[in-house]
Antibody, heavy 122, light 107 residues
Framework: QVQLQESGPGLVKPSQTLSLTCSVS??????????WTWIRQTPGKGLEWIGY???????YYSPSLRSRVTVSVDTAKNHFSLQLTSVTAADTGVYYC??????????????WGQGALVTVSS | DIRLTQSPSSLSASVGDRVTITCRAS??????LHWYQQKPGKAPKLLIY???SLQTGVPSRFSGSGSGTEFTLTISSLQPDDFATYYC?????????FGQGTKLEIK
């Protein structure tokens, strides 16, 4: 299993862009069988799947967030990133990066970062 | 979206008890049902994947079963370390979703 670590600002102003990075160790973002994933946990919606980018570069985003979300990967730095635009207080929560194993055919999350608390407030 | 409903939402039990948590899906999800444990301030941890496969390192007192739309997580003999919140997650639909959680507390 890989190890994951989120980094980024803990405070974002309303209407601005939330940006987080997930550093991957113990494996490569180009290795097969993982979706590099962002999940958040908010008081209002509990655990919520945001989206992912695969080792081949294909992406999937939650329909409710699709217009505001981008997940990208930097192979040179072996990390992947989340950008969420036009944030509101409803976007306040703990953001997790995670690895979703699709190689097994079962699509489960086998590694999680420790979580990054992001507060949206002026 | 496929909705997952867990029951109960909270549960009080004692060390040594046998506990069962249920997860119901709004439509059939085949074997794409997984269970996680979360402790306060920590990330969720995978316990069981594909209904009944135990993740490496997870004690054998945890087991999963079910099919179609109804699934269960069973802890055969509760240990002090097991008091936590448990979540089911489905990966059958294009949007993966989680249940709302079951908080397991000490009686």
């Amino acid at each position: 299993q890989v190890q994951l670590q989120e980094s980024g600002p803990g405070l974002v102003k309303p209407s601005q862009t939330l940006s987080l990075t997930c550093s991957v160790s113990g494996g490569s973002v180009t290795s097969g069988h993982y979706y590099w994933t962002w999940i958040r946990q908010t008081p209002g919606k509990g655990l919520e799947w945001i989206g992912y980018i695969s080792d081949t570069g294909s992406t999937y985003y939650s329909p409710s967030l699709r217009s505001r979300v981008t997940v990208s990967v930097d192979t040179a730095k072996n990390h992947f990133s989340l950008q969420l635009t036009s944030v509101t207080a409803a976007d306040t929560g703990v953001y997790y990066c995670a690895s979703c194993d699709y190689g097994s055919g079962s699509y489960y999350v086998d590694s999680w970062g420790q979580g990054a608390l992001v507060t949206v407030s002026s | 979206d496929i909705r997952l409903t867990q029951s109960p939402s909270s549960l009080s039990a004692s060390v040594g008890d046998r506990v069962t948590i249920t997860c119901r899906a709004s439509e059939s999800i085949s074997i794409y049902l997984h269970w996680y444990q979360q402790k306060p301030g920590k990330a969720p941890k995978l316990l069981i994947y594909a209904v009944s496969s135990l993740q490496t390192g997870v004690p054998s007192r945890f087991s999963g079963s079910g099919s179609g739309t109804e699934f269960t997580l069973t802890i055969s003999s509760l240990q002090p370390d097991d008091f936590a919140t448990y979540y089911c997650q489905q990966s059958y639909g294009t949007l993966y979703t989680f249940g709302q959680g079951t908080k397991l507390e000490i009686k």
